[in-house]
Every structure is written in C-alpha cells, then in structure tokens.
C-alpha cells in the first residue's frame, strides 16, 4: 500500500491505457477473424442468381465472436469482485462502487455497455451486410463503423477529463455510478475499507472495536529507568538461605513459627545491562577517593567485603501479623512505541482486531499501523501466568519471537507457541516485550 492515506482518482490518461491493454486482444481477434471469414466468401451464378458461400465467414466470425465473448465474461467478473483488469494492474488503478468496494456484475456491464456501444453497432451492421448480402459494399459499410466505434470508446474512457467535480467521474461512471481511483498515488479502498477510511473494517453485526488504553486516560507511556547503585551505596554480602527458619521466642514463652515471604522481583522491564538483583554494585570513587585521600571513610559506608551488622538474620523478628499475602506476578507487555499493557485470559491484537466464534469476550488490542505491515487480526495470546501462548493468525507478513539470549524464531501459522518473560514478539513491522510487574 502506497505510504499516501488519501484517495487519488485516476486521470484520464491511465483510464485509457488501461482500456487499450484490456481490449487490444479481442479487438485484434475479431477484425482478423471477420477478415478471412470476408475474404473466404465465394460468388457463383445459377440460372442467372448470385449465390455468395459465406461458411467461410460464419465459421471464422463465429470464432471471434467466441472468443470475445468468453474473455469479455471473465474479464468482467474479475473487474467486479475485485476492481481489477490486466490493464488496471498494468496501470495501478482500480474501479469502484459508489462507496468505495468492489463494482458489482451491474456496475461493470453499465460501464461495458456504454463504452463498447460503437462495436455493437459494428457487429449489428456485420449481420445485416450477410443479410441482405452487401458484400461488395462491405468494407465501406463496417470500416466506417469500426472507426465511429472506436472513437466513441475514447471518448468515453477519457469523459472524465468534463468533469466538474474534479474530473472523479465519466459518462460511463455517471450511469453505473462507478469510482476509478490511482492506487499507485494513493490508497486502495477495496482493500482499506471504502471511502470511509483505511480502517473501517469491523463488520456491521459486531459491537465497535475499542482500542486498549492505558489505565490513566491521557497519561504518557510510563518511561523504565535502569536501577542505579547510589553513590555511597556499602557491599552487602547475601544473606545465608536457612531452609528451616527457626522458630521466634517471645519473652512470655509463646512461639510464633517464622513466616516466608515470597518476592517477585521489580526489575523484569529493566533494559539489558542493569545490575542483577541481589549483585553488589562497585565501590563509589568518592569512597576510594575517600580512602585514598584521607584513610577516613563515609559515614554509613562499609569497605566492600566486610559483612554488615544487620547480616545476622537471627537478630530479626518477625512480628506476628505484619506478614501479609505474597505478591502475585501479573503478565504486561510493552509495545515498541512505549505503551504499556495488562494482559487478561485471552488477548487479540491486530490492527483492527475482531473475535471470532468463541472469542467475544476477548481482549481486542489495536495497534496503530500506517504502513499496513499488520494484518486485521494479526496474533491470539493467551495467559497461563508463568508466560504465554502466541498464535500467529494466519498472517500476512508473519510472525517471530526472540528469546532473552537473541535468539529469533519464526512462528508458523496456527500453532501455539510458549513465550516466557523476557522476550519480544515481532508481528509486521510492530514488537512487543512480554515482562512481568
């Protein structure tokens, strides 16, 4: 699709080289046909009547009159389920309906009838010369016609070049109320949605789709800041891993059993490179500065590689009740232009995503695509809470995925395949980054 949203009609001058591609061949066929048909014609006399054989002309004219008819039926059924002809491809114009789509069996005969008018009456003046057997004034009765005929054609291929509406219709569009609009210039509306726009897509028997938006109406995509150590961070070694915690004594002899709780880290949307969590960062300069300089140290900082006091994991109690639920990781993906999104059970993104049966209650997750890379409903995920399954819709342009070590599959079509946290989904042109919060 050209990068230009906008229609374009097409210019006279494209309109007719797409007529002269389509119509040079039958046209080209049927004046050689009926030629030898006329030249095989023989005249002989019998008891004082001329009797003209003229089976040389019905069989060769029958051929071109066949031949003509079968390619004008396809070429009209293709030019009305989907506006394009060899000539229209050739030229990188399609033809239309009043709204936009595809022209129709009507319109396309209204536009054939009136433009092909001229060889009609051609082919009515062929018949009655074999009729009334006018064979000696044949050439100066059908060559005549043949030109009146073909300049009408003209004229009515380029009667856009009248118009008053901004040269957009030609008399054979006025009658079949036809379109013909320059793709190469502009947009396609049988493939973008008619003239309303290149997204008007959903079908009239569903709800509108909604597009997901952030939890904050109109707040700016939340940026992810790396982790810094701070300046005068100390070392802390890690704390020892008991198995059994022990038991906490409280001074009037009850027992409160330690609880555990379970921590999902923060950092899942941190850029590659930031520090692990749990990893010492480097001594500060201005604690070696310190060091060096003075041989003083900053208040609160120990060198690296002493334990801290508050490492003895015995001296802290755990009070009873403080311990509350664990915290439950939620799936989220961050598209590539910084959106930020929750993911439900079943989510379906796409350009203009629309469920189909079983899958009204999706999630519907439209993604912004000028460049039309994605396509309508383009990938189903759905959440299992350790990561999720993507399946590619039969797409278009594809899909892949990227593991966290950079390593890219392809997705093949139909198939579920398991994403975990950490890696990016590629669909089209877009990316998301499955991550956990």
Not at 331 to 360: K, M
Request: glycine letters at 12%.
């Amino acid at each position: 699709m050209a990068g230009n949203l906008q229609l374009v009609p097409a210019t006279a001058g494209k309109r007719l080289g797409a007529a002269v591609v389509d119509w040079l061949f039958p046209l080209a066929v049927l004046v050689v046909t009926f030629a030898i048909g006329f030249a095989g014609i023989t005249r002989t006399r019998s008891g004082g009547f001329i009797i003209y054989d003229t089976a040389s002309l019905v069989l060769f004219g029958g051929i071109g009159l066949g031949i003509t008819l079968v390619y004008a039926a396809v070429l009209a059924g293709l030019e009305a389920r989907t506006g394009k002809t060899p000539g229209n491809l050739l030229m990188g114009i399609r033809s239309t309906d009043n709204d936009g789509y595809a022209p129709g069996a009507g319109g396309v005969f209204v536009r054939g009838l009136l433009t092909g008018a001229g060889v009609l009456l051609t082919l009515i003046g062929a018949v009655l010369v074999v009729v009334f057997k006018w064979f000696d004034a044949a050439f100066f009765i059908l060559g005549p016609l043949l030109l009146v005929a073909a300049v009408w054609a003209v004229l009515v291929v380029v009667s856009n070049t009248w118009d008053k509406g901004g040269r957009l219709r030609g008399w054979h569009d006025n009658a079949a109320k036809t379109l013909v609009f320059d793709v190469k210039a502009g947009r396609d509306p049988i493939t973008t949605g008619g003239i309303q726009g290149p997204y008007s897509f959903a079908p009239l028997d569903l709800p509108p789709v909604q597009q997901v938006l952030s939890p904050v109406a109109g707040a700016r995509a939340p940026q992810v800041i790396a982790p810094q150590a701070p300046a005068a961070a100390p070392a802390v070694a890690p704390a020892p891993v008991q198995p059994h915690p022990a038991p906490a004594i409280q001074p009037d002899g009850r027992t409160i059993p330690a609880q555990t709780v379970s921590y999902t880290s923060p950092a899942s949307f941190a850029p590659p490179g930031s520090p692990a969590p749990g990893a010492a960062p480097a001594p500060s300069a201005a604690w070696q500065a310190g060091q060096q300089g003075t041989g003083q140290q900053f208040a609160g900082q120990q060198p690296p590689g002493q334990p801290h006091v508050d490492d003895d994991v015995e001296r802290t109690q755990v009070r009873p009740g403080t311990a509350g639920p664990a915290p439950v990781a939620v799936l989220r993906i961050r598209l590539d232009d910084g959106r930020d999104f929750q993911l439900d059970r079943s989510v379906l993104v796409g350009r203009n995503p629309v469920g189909s049966a079983g899958e009204q209650h999706a999630q519907l997750l439209a993604v912004d695509d000028p460049g039309r890379s994605i396509s309508k409903t383009h990938l189903h995920v759905l959440t299992d809470g350790a990561g999720i399954w993507v399946t590619d819709r039969n797409s278009t342009n594809g899909s892949a995925v990227t593991t966290p070590d950079g390593l890219r599959t392809p997705l093949a079509a139909g198939v579920p395949t398991f994403v975990s946290p950490g890696s990016s989904v590629h669909f089209g042109d877009r990316t998301f980054y499955l991550g956990q919060a």
